[in-house]
């Protein structure tokens, strides 16, 4: 089943003026229930206009967004409740953090939507766990917390919505290697765990090939490439004729393959050292 659809997507800004832009071109698509969607393109390629809509944050020049089955502006004044089934991480969250305590900016999403005291510190704690965000830092000011604890916070707020769409614009962008694992670990298990969908917008060709289900690629504001990890990074040259990358790992087995070893399609490091193994 699709927890998102869109219909005949288009959106331009600045419309009727000297600076129109069409970001999103005739974009259809269906994200289905449980699934970790990667979006990939180049800066300009629609990528973040298209998760806005999604949202509610942008509204579409023309066609539908339908989150869980409802057309999100049907009725425009209930737009709000959208954001609490589709929840965005931007890049940078942390700029996001504005309460006194680590708690408090957990716990604000969950009060916006009028639940019990009891329930929201039961999701508070559980969010927390699912981002690792240490106990200890409950009371503290998260302006005292370092970048990468900043953005397990942040993750939190949105996780403990509970949406049914969660989504993430560069969500480890400027973390060291420990720190993308550990943020995107804890999404995977909360991914598992709740069955919640996930979509993540990223640079990193690493990212998308270890943690995604599924991969869109985005060129000029339509999808060009809609298929899972092996299939869209054996496009190798078709990637590189628009300007992306391909994780490191498939550039060594396309090397590999001009040198007589043939690995076949590898995207992530485990999968090329099965295949190593297998040769010799």
């Known amino acids: 089943m699709a927890v998102v659809e869109l219909?005949?997507?288009n959106y331009i800004y600045n419309k009727n003026?000297?600076?129109e832009v069409h970001a999103l071109k005739d974009i259809d698509l269906e994200v289905k229930e449980g699934e970790i969607t990667g979006i990939i393109g180049h800066t300009g390629s629609g990528?973040?206009?298209l998760v806005?809509?999604?949202n509610g944050?942008?509204?579409p020049t023309e066609g539908q967004v339908f989150v869980d089955g409802s057309d999100i502006w049907k009725e425009p004044k209930k737009i709000r409740e959208v954001r609490f089934k589709a929840g965005v991480v931007m890049q940078y969250p942390e700029y996001q953090l504005f309460a006194e305590t680590v708690f408090d900016d957990i716990a604000f999403g969950p009060k916006n939507m009028g639940l019990s005291e009891e329930e929201i510190k039961s999701r508070v704690i559980a969010a927390s766990s699912f981002a690792n965000v240490s106990p200890d830092l409950m009371n503290r000011s998260p302006f005292d917390l370092?970048?990468?604890q900043k953005r397990r916070v942040a993750l939190a707020g949105v996780i403990a919505m509970d949406p049914k769409v969660l989504i993430l614009d560069e969500p480890a962008a400027g973390l060291d290697p420990g720190g993308r694992a550990d943020i995107l670990g804890g999404l995977k298990k909360y991914q598992r765990e709740k069955g919640t969908s996930v979509i993540i917008v990223s640079h990193s060709?690493?990212?998308?090939?270890?943690w995604c289900d599924r991969i869109l690629v985005l060129a000029d504001g339509k999808i060009i490439l809609d298929g899972t990890p092996d299939k869209v990074f054996s496009r190798f040259n078709d990637l590189i004729g628009l300007g992306l990358d391909v994780p490191q790992i498939t550039r060594v087995a396309a090397a590999l393959a001009r040198r007589g070893v043939d690995l076949g399609d590898?995207?992530?490091v485990g999968y090329a050292a099965d295949k190593i193994s297998e040769l010799f």
Do not use: C, F, H
Request: glycine share 12%; net charge positive.
């Open 7 to 9: 219909r005949g997507i």
């Open 57 to 59: 944050i942008l509204k």
């Open 17 to 19: 003026t000297p600076y």
């Open 146 to 148: 370092s970048g990468g």
């Open 47 to 49: 990528k973040s206009t």
């Open 266 to 268: 590898v995207y992530t």
């Open 205 to 210: 060709m690493e990212d998308m090939a270890n």
């Open 52 to 54: 806005q809509l999604i």
